[in-house]
């Protein structure tokens, strides 16, 4: 099964990759993309993601990649963790939210 992660080159991406990676042969996934359309991001958080990934269960494919198509063509299932904004609307939700006492 491929499971496609948009959003791939987030600072989160080495916790999610470690749960999918620890789960991967019982839910039957062999191939894993993250994609993030932030090359730099993807290079850095990304790599660590595989890596991560390669220690648990180095039988799961893992691929990173900038492209949305190669991601998504023939994925079972996608997962998106974007935030529209990038981290500058990060700093702008988070004040809002600090800003009302939410945080």
Known sequence: MKLTVIGG?????????????????????????????????????????????NLLYDKLNFILTSDPVEAVKNADYVINTIRVGGDEMRVCDERIALSLCLL
């Open 9 to 53: 080159g987030g600072v989160r991406s080495m916790f999610l990759a470690k749960s999918i990676a620890q789960k991967a042969e019982a839910l039957n996934i062999d191939e894993l993309f993250f994609m993030d359309n932030d090359e730099k991001k993807l290079n850095i958080y990304g790599k660590m993601a595989k890596k991560v990934s």
